[in-house]
């Protein structure tokens, strides 16, 4: 993760980004669903990525409304967490 910030005005209590949780986010290519697994569970076809791959490392512990710019191999993205579940 290269950055983050805050965005938005959300209130209460938000939910953190964690193993098992499901994440929709969106990018400049648009939205996508994501669950975060083990690194021998990940199928991204699947849309379940591995908590050691560079998006599943950058969600952790994050929250809905959060900005991040991950690290890929393809270059730096930014997603926005829309909403999390476990």
């Known amino acids: 993760m ?7 005005g959300a209130t209460g209590a938000e939910q ?8 929709c986010c969106r990018d400049a290519d648009g ?3 994501y669950m975060l697994v ?3 569970e990940a199928d991204p ?3 379940r990525i591995s908590v050691a791959a560079p998006v599943g490392r950058a969600l952790l512990g994050r929250t809905g ?3 991040v710019d ?3 191999p393809g270059g ?3 997603l926005t967490i829309l909403t999390v579940e476990d």
């Open 76 to 78: 730096v993205r930014v």
């Open 38 to 40: 083990v690194p021998a």
């Open 70 to 72: 991950v690290a890929t």
């Open 16 to 23: 953190e980004v964690g193993l098992g949780s499901t994440v």
């Open 2 to 8: 290269i950055e983050r910030t805050a965005i938005g």
């Open 45 to 47: 076809l699947a849309g």
């Open 31 to 33: 939205e996508h669903r």
């Open 65 to 67: 409304g959060e900005e």
